[in-house]
């Protein structure tokens, strides 16, 4: 029976659905960040006279956007809001957390929360029963999937996150191929928004139509809309988007990822002495104090830090080390 499994992390808390020993989906909630259907109490600071849209302020000065407010709404008013959409950071700005007015009382939602509201039962571990977290990690930063035949190449941008497929395989074969690896990558990175694939050419109505069945087939139980491959290979897809992705973490927040990443290398080493954390020096400077002080503390050990400008910074690594 699949069931989700949840990870409180350092500076993060991670979640994967795990069915037949297989991760089949993740969650991932970066600490401070808003989830959607926390329900904040915030000041309307700005609405221009006659729209529905405007942006409020949390106390801690955390602006959002909002929409479908009452024509009657005034700046200066105090609002519960629902969170719709979590802030999604791209290249050069800032896309704020979404939210619309709400009668319901405020209530801040954890991972665990938003995991509640699906079918599946959830249990906290403090190591997950399977592997494959740190693969999906490596391969958001590479940006790149390997299947058997060709790889997917994978784009964040401000419009939506494409897809390109690149292999040596005949193009119609090619596509086909392409497909599961498709449907897993989306689930498995927790993909949702716009999403551009760019299929091999296929000069033959028969040869798209046999790839946009597959494609439907193979997203039967994702929900999203999409459209007709076209005559130069491309498909879009629109899902819901509620949270970033890896593969957008990885491209805005390499450092961030990384970092996480290296905490948790370290909190699950099990021989005994110091820890030592061996890091590129714009991974060892996103360890803030208290992160290294919970890793201390959870640990019951010495934690070392050595910057090494020589590394990489996905190269960065945790070892124990005698005292």
Do not use: Y
């Amino acid at each position: 029976m699949a069931e989700w499994q949840v990870e409180r992390g350092i500076g993060e808390t991670r979640a994967i659905l795990v069915n037949n020993d297989q991760i089949m989906r993740t969650r991932h909630h970066w600490d401070g960040e808003l989830i959607a259907g926390s329900v904040v109490e915030a000041k309307l600071i700005s609405k221009p006279s006659g729209a529905a849209r405007g942006t409020a302020r949390l106390d801690d000065g955390t602006d959002l956007l909002v929409d479908r407010l009452d024509k009657d709404a005034r700046e200066g008013a105090m609002l519960n809001l629902t969170i719709m959409r979590s802030a999604i950071s791209e290249k050069g700005r800032m896309k704020l957390a979404h939210a619309r007015p709400s009668t319901d009382a405020v209530r801040t939602l954890s991972l665990t929360d938003s995991l509640a509201q699906t079918p599946c039962p959830i249990r906290e571990v403090r190591r997950f029963s399977v592997p494959g977290w740190s693969d999906l990690v490596s391969d958001s930063l590479s940006q790149s999937i390997d299947f058997n035949g060709g790889s997917l190449l994978i784009a964040p941008t401000a419009a939506m996150l494409v897809v390109d497929i690149d292999g040596t395989l005949p193009p119609r074969e090619l596509a086909l191929a392409a497909v599961p690896a498709i449907a897993a990558t989306l689930r498995q990175m927790d993909i949702g928004g716009m999403v551009g694939i760019d299929f091999p050419t296929l000069p033959s109505k028969a040869d798209r139509r046999l790839v946009d069945m597959a494609l439907e087939r193979a997203l039967d139980d994702w929900p999203h809309e999409r459209t007709a491959m076209n005559g130069f290979g491309f498909v879009q897809l629109v899902s819901r988007l509620e949270r970033p992705s890896l593969f957008h973490r990885a491209a805005i927040s390499r450092s961030g990822v990384v970092v996480r990443n290296l905490l948790r290398q370290a909190e699950h080493i099990t021989q005994p002495g110091a820890i030592m954390l061996t890091a590129h020096p714009a991974i060892s400077a996103q360890l803030k104090t208290t992160w290294v002080e919970e890793l201390a503390r959870r640990s019951g050990r010495q934690v070392r830090i050595e910057t090494r400008p020589s590394l990489a910074p996905e190269g960065s690594f945790a070892q124990s080390v005698p005292l």
